[in-house]
Each structure stands twice: as structure tokens, then as C-alpha cells.
């Protein structure tokens, strides 16, 4: 295919276990939590939301996946596998459907690409661990501010005025990151654009202040590959 010559080499292998592309179209989804698990995906162009179901019925989204993320890989190696979480599009594209069997079959056969397989799936754990660390100790306000920094990680470009975040999220999106209320996130971002620590241009945030949510929530400075939104 065109794009081809620009993945990586394992995305390369993967893609040669793919059974089909799928047009995805944005409200859709590629599977719903508790769905019998049939197929990976690659996503080659688009955004998909990874979220799950909370037990009194609220989203909480955990990932937000781009142009070569893999989702519904936690259901590889197990017995009647189900998927574990949503995988809604909110952006068209297109993604790689892979048959959880032939890639099972493939990565037993390839012991380079699984062991890269599996160097994936662990720094992908550390990252889900890490978000629900700062979900749990935080709080309301640690949870949104630490969004925001993740959000920084993944969709930050440096300008003069400060980090511009490349993508569009309601603060009903942003709630569904934090685990909270819609009006408590609303609440918060008042607070924050009252400060001066960010401002909203065409539904876009600008963090003026990257420092202050740092300090706010005693950041670690984990590395970027584990403090991100992806």
C-alpha cells in the first residue's frame, strides 16, 4: 500500500497478517466492551477513543489512538476472548483488520516481531498504569490537570504564547478523560482560563502555564512515551 514505505518495520509485519481494510466512519465502532473478539486493528488514518464503562454507567476514555496504534490487543492468547473496552471512531479514516488467530499463528512463527510485540504491550500497560495513578490520588483537579499535560505530550506544538493542543475536545470529552462530571470539568477550566494558565481559541486549549499543572500535581517527570493520551 502507499503508506507503505513509512511504517515501522513491526507495523510492516503486522500489516502482512491483515485480512481486510475497513472504511471507519466516525460515530461508529470497530467493537464494544464485552463483544466477542474476532479481529486486532491498525489504525492507518483517523482517530479512534479506547473507553470503558464505569459500574453506575460512566465513560471513562483512556485512549485517544492515531494514525498506526494498534487497539483490541488485550484479547490475543486467551480463551473465548471478549474485548475489554469501546473503540468508537471520532475521526473517518481507514484502519487494518487483523483475524486474532493468524496473528496469533504469526507471532509464534516470528520471534523478532514478538518480542517487539511484547516491548509494546508492556510500555502500553506502564502508560494505562500511570493514567490510573493519576486518576486515584489526585482527584477532580488532578485528574483534569493531568490530562492536560498528557494531552500536551501527544497533541502539544510550542508557539510564542504557549503549547497549543492540535485537537478539538467538549468538556464533556474532557470529563470523560478525568472520570468526572461534565459541570465539574466546565467548573475547573473557568478557573484555569481565570488564572491565565490556558485559553480556548476555536475550541482548541492553549496551556500558557505547563509548569503550574506540573506543580499542581507533583509530576514526575515521567518520560513522554509513558505520560501521553495515546
Avoid at 494498534?70 to 486467551?78: D, H, K, Q, R
Avoid at 494531552?151 to 502539544?156: D, I, M, P, R, V
Amino acid at each position: 500500500m502507499a503508506n507503505q514505505q513509512s511504517l515501522t518495520h513491526e507495523i510492516s509485519e503486522l500489516m502482512k497478517a491483515s485480512d481486510k481494510i475497513i472504511k471507519s466512519k466516525k460515530g461508529t465502532y470497530l467493537f464494544r466492551e464485552g463483544q466477542e473478539a474476532k479481529e486486532m486493528y491498525i489504525i492507518l488514518s483517523g482517530k479512534v477513543q479506547i473507553s470503558k464503562m464505569n459500574a453506575e454507567g460512566k465513560e471513562l476514555n483512556l485512549r485517544l489512538c492515531k494514525e498506526y496504534d494498534i487497539v483490541g490487543e488485550l484479547t490475543l492468547f486467551t480463551v473465548g476472548p471478549r474485548y475489554l473496552f469501546n473503540a468508537k471512531v471520532v475521526e473517518g479514516g481507514e484502519v487494518a483488520a487483523i483475524n486474532i488467530e493468524n496473528l496469533e499463528q504469526t507471532l509464534f512463527n516470528n520471534s523478532e516481531l514478538a518480542y517487539q510485540f511484547l516491548k509494546w504491550m508492556n510500555n502500553h500497560i506502564r502508560r494505562t498504569i500511570t493514567k490510573f495513578r493519576d486518576l486515584v490520588l489526585h482527584g477532580k483537579k488532578g485528574a483534569l490537570y493531568s490530562t492536560l499535560i498528557r494531552l500536551s505530550n501527544s497533541y502539544g506544538v510550542l508557539k510564542e504564547d504557549g503549547t497549543h493542543i492540535n485537537v478539538t475536545l467538549t468538556n464533556q470529552e474532557l470529563a470523560n478523560y478525568c472520570g468526572t462530571a461534565r459541570e465539574s470539568v466546565s467548573r475547573m477550566i473557568g478557573e484555569l482560563r481565570d488564572r491565565g494558565i490556558i485559553s480556548i481559541d476555536r475550541k482548541r486549549i492553549i496551556i500558557h502555564d505547563l509548569d503550574y499543572l506540573k506543580r499542581e500535581i507533583a509530576c514526575e517527570n515521567c518520560p513522554v512515551e509513558f505520560c501521553n493520551i495515546d
